[in-house]
């Protein structure tokens, strides 16, 4: 079945670490990716998105993501987190025209 | 409108009765689509409006779940005899008709049924 992966349910780190979020999916065909983010008390917002071109994608806040096909991943990563990064992160993926399937999402917490 | 508008936000319900969730998207998205966020778990997807298609309701977890869109804008999510494991926040999006546009959220409305 077509599914969307995210092994790390709750990570923690020290202000200054590096983070690397691992997204895995099951889609066979042409994707398009996707992170989305939520802040405490907040709606989910995006983050960045791939659909083609180059495989590492810039987004918001600092954020980077790269796409790799032969490995069916799409990890999100930031070089030194922030303690306004706590949020909980959402992998996403979108086959065609179809809906978008989400990853159970990874809830990051920054200790200042 | 500048977003997605859900109403009500809140909504606290007794065991057994209907309600209704309303989604307003944003004017001129062609797709809308319902997902469920419960506490501790991750996203789960509900239901899909494609513009004049026939929805997706593949995700609807149980026949007392049902939704419409009207006109092509507004959307409805019924849950008609609520369940105690109804409580979750109830998630509406929109989006563009290319594949490769993201999605705009709602703020949600959080159903408590006691």
């Known amino acids: 079945a077509q599914s969307v992966s995210q092994h790390n349910h709750h990570v923690i780190l020290s202000e200054a670490a590096s983070l690397e979020l691992g997204c895995n999916y099951s889609?066979?065909?042409?994707?398009?990716l996707f992170w989305y983010v939520q802040y405490p008390g907040q709606h989910l917002q995006l983050l960045l998105k791939?659909?083609?071109?180059?495989?590492l994608v810039k987004g918001i806040k600092g954020f980077e993501a790269e796409f790799i096909k032969s490995k069916f991943s799409f990890n999100l990563r930031k070089p030194s987190v922030q303690w306004s990064d706590t949020a909980e992160y959402f992998c996403?993926?979108?086959?065609?025209?179809?809906?978008?399937?989400f990853g159970a999402g990874t809830r990051l917490t920054v200790k200042p | 409108g500048a977003g997605v508008s859900q109403s009500p936000s809140n909504k606290v319900t007794e065991k057994g009765k209907d309600v209704e969730l309303r989604c307003d998207p944003i004017?001129?998205?062609?797709?809308l689509y319902w997902y469920r966020q419960s506490l501790g778990q991750g996203l789960e997807f509900l239901i899909y409006?494609?513009?004049?298609?026939?929805?997706?309701k593949s995700g609807l977890p149980s026949d007392r779940f049902s939704a419409e869109r009207t006109g092509g804008s507004v959307s409805t999510l019924t849950i008609q005899r609520t369940q105690q494991e109804d409580s979750a926040v109830y998630l509406c999006?929109?989006?563009?008709?290319?594949?490769?546009?993201?999605?705009?959220f709602g703020s949600g409305t959080r159903l408590t049924v006691v």
């Open positions: 996403a993926v979108k086959e065609n025209n179809n809906d978008m399937r």
């Open positions: 409006f494609q513009g004049n298609s026939a929805p997706d």
């Open positions: 999006a929109s989006s563009g008709q290319a594949a490769n546009y993201g999605y705009t």
């Open positions: 889609y066979g065909g042409t994707v398009n």
């Open positions: 791939y659909f083609s071109g180059d495989p």
């Open positions: 004017s001129g998205h062609t797709a």
